[in-house]
């Protein structure tokens, strides 16, 4: 890890820390939804999500040095997971439940783990 960070990657973090939480309450909201494969609602909010993941995917050069992130394999597992929503005939809550979640959460975890000694103030 990189002890000595500037104020800029600080706030960088602090960023993708928020983005991360924001997007995990968002997965939760579709998780409990009773029709999400019938939801405008749902593909408005999944849409957003797919944003999110845009955003961390455009910050993952400034990222990886000050995290020491060796490989995003991980993201990229869940990327393609996400994908799988615009697929037909696919069971979006099962998707959700199954992959999505699970591999959001599990990346969020090991992002949490790095990013929060280095923001906790």
Sequence with gaps: ?????????????????????????????LGQMPDVGESSIAETLFADLVKGMQ??????????????VETLDQFDRLVQSMSKWFEQDVDKAALLSNEVIPAFLDWKQDMDDRIEPLIAH
């Design 1 to 29: 890890m990189v002890a000595n960070l500037e104020v800029q990657e600080v706030e960088f973090l602090q960023k993708y820390h928020e983005l991360l939480e924001g997007m995990s309450e968002a997965l939760e909201h």
């Design 55 to 68: 955003q961390l995917h455009a910050s993952h050069d400034q990222l990886a040095p000050l995290l020491n």
